[in-house]
């Protein structure tokens, strides 16, 4: 849901050229499935598309090309750390963490909580994207 949040809100803004955003995931459960139907569901409720999405597995390549890779929880942050090594260039971190609440977004996966889950994935980044302008 991050990655097309995100990519929604940079093209509200205007500054979509200046971001290259992606998601990709830290296990190998959902490899080559497209988005969970009920976060796609969330999303178009909200009029964004995530038509075409596959889940990937995130990569070393991905941390040299990437200047933030952000973690929606502290079970991603330790698989990221687990696959990447080191974060020796400090480009890890939680998506909430840059919000006034920091720690884990609400994970639909185990609540079915998608609105929950949404209300995270905006407000944060919202204020990731602050960083920026």
């Not at 093209?11 to 796609?40: L, M, W």
Request: net charge negative; with cysteine.
């Amino acid at each position: 849901m991050a990655e097309f949040v995100m990519k929604h809100i940079v093209e509200q803004r205007g500054v979509a050229d200046d971001f290259e955003i992606a998601s990709a995931a830290t296990s190998t459960e959902e490899i080559g499935n497209p988005v969970y139907p009920p976060a796609r569901r969330k999303l178009a409720e909200h009029g964004i598309s995530c038509a075409g999405k596959t889940a990937r597995q995130i990569t070393h390549a991905d941390y040299k090309h990437y200047d933030y890779i952000i973690a929606m929880d502290h079970n991603n942050l330790r698989n990221l750390r687990r696959l990447l090594g080191d974060d020796i260039e400090s480009k890890i971190s939680l998506l909430m963490d840059y919000t006034d609440r920091p720690g884990d977004v609400a994970d639909p996966w185990y609540t079915g909580d998608f609105e929950a889950t949404w209300r995270d994935v905006w407000e944060g980044c919202h204020a990731l994207l602050a960083l920026w302008l």
